[in-house]
């Protein structure tokens, strides 16, 4: 599976963004997705993760109550709601896929495709 993020840019703190994941292929649904981050000068993390049909998902404790991941199967996409916005938010964000056993996907180790990032700012 190829994937490609899009939706990032610029926004103010307490500011809204969506991200987008795209991916190639009719095996869509047969993959959980996730979604990490990588702040300058900091390794990647993890930020939410989906299951394949998309009745489990799993948020790092820094986005809950703010981020919302979802996916459409039909579509082979992947979202990323991203709301009340803060400055540490700011970094490249990157959306994965998962073929194995789903757990939580926390981790980085259980994907196996990953996007080419989309970069989010946020200015104080």
């Known amino acids: 599976v190829q994937l490609q993020a899009s939706g990032g840019g610029l926004v103010q703190a307490g500011g809204s963004l969506r991200l987008s994941c795209a991916a190639s292929g009719r095996t869509f649904g047969s993959y959980f997705m996730g979604w990490f981050r990588q702040a300058p000068g900091k390794e990647r993390e993890f930020v939410a993760a989906i299951s394949r049909s998309g009745s489990s998902t799993y948020y790092t404790d820094s986005v809950k109550g703010r981020f919302i991941i979802s996916r459409e199967n039909a579509k082979n996409t992947v979202y990323l709601q991203m709301n009340g916005l803060k400055p540490e938010d700011t970094a490249v964000y990157y959306c994965?896929?998962?073929?194995?056993?789903?757990?939580?996907?926390?981790?980085?180790?259980?994907?196996?495709?990953w996007g080419q990032g989309t970069q989010v700012t946020v200015s104080s």
């Open positions: 994965a896929a998962g073929g194995g056993a789903y757990v939580n996907g926390r981790h980085q180790a259980a994907y196996d495709a």
